[in-house]
T-cell receptor
């Protein structure tokens, strides 16, 4: 299995600012993903983080708002840009092989 | 398109009682099925998974799930619930690069 570490674990940010979330995996994984979990909701996939190239975004998510980097197989970042209160959510990093996904503990973001 | 339905938003059981959490899926081929648990303030932990073979799958923490193709179901069970099982439970279907999650079932355990 893989252990996925995220930081920060939580943050309170002012609207209009940006926050970068880091995700580190303890072993090489084929794929890495970023999810959003809005309060009381299930998980929604934001994008697939591709090593050395642009991320693949799901419908409703755009690179300008959620730029993602993955410089190597074990590290990725998600930036939440120009934040508004609607961005208050838990952001989860996930990594895995084709048939099993592991999750970080999440970043609880509150935008005020 | 694949999808997952968890009909129960919230379930309350007494400690020591048995538990069954329901999950129904829609998937075009043989599904990959998963159950995850999320404790408050935590990420998701994989309880068990099903790809093929024996339709009764054993997981961690004493959980098991049964795949029933005829009912498109993958219900999670535990014979005796512990207070530490209180959490949110998510059923998911699909491969890692196309995984769909249910809305979740919140489990409360009464003393």
């Amino acid at each position: 299995s893989a252990v996925i570490s995220q930081k920060p674990s939580r943050d309170i940010c002012q609207r209009g600012t940006s926050l970068t979330i880091q995700c580190q995996v303890d072993s090489q994984v084929t794929m890495m993903f970023w999810y959003r979990q809005q309060p009381g909701q299930s998980l929604t996939l934001i994008a697939t983080a591709n090593q050395g190239s642009e991320a693949t975004y799901e419908s409703g998510f755009v690179i300008d708002k959620f730029p993602i980097s993955r410089p190597n197989l074990t590290f990725s970042t998600l930036t939440v840009s120009n934040m508004s209160p609607e961005d208050s959510s838990i952001y989860l990093c996930s990594g895995g092989q084709y048939t099993e996904a592991f999750f970080g503990q999440g970043t609880r973001l509150t935008v005020v | 398109a694949q999808s997952v339905t968890q009909p129960d938003i919230h379930i309350t059981v007494s400690e020591g009682a048995s538990l069954e959490l329901r999950c129904n899926y829609s998937y075009g081929a043989t599904p990959y099925l998963f159950w995850y648990v999320q404790s408050p303030g935590q990420g998701l932990q994989l309880l068990l998974k099903y790809f093929s073979g024996d339709t009764l799958v054993q997981g961690i923490k004493g959980f098991e799930a049964e795949f029933k193709r005829s009912q498109s179901s993958f219900n999670l069970r535990k014979p005796s619930v512990h207070w530490s099982d209180a959490a949110e439970y998510f059923c998911a279907v699909g491969a890692v690069n196309d995984m769909r999650f249910g809305a979740g079932t919140r489990l409360t355990v009464k003393p």
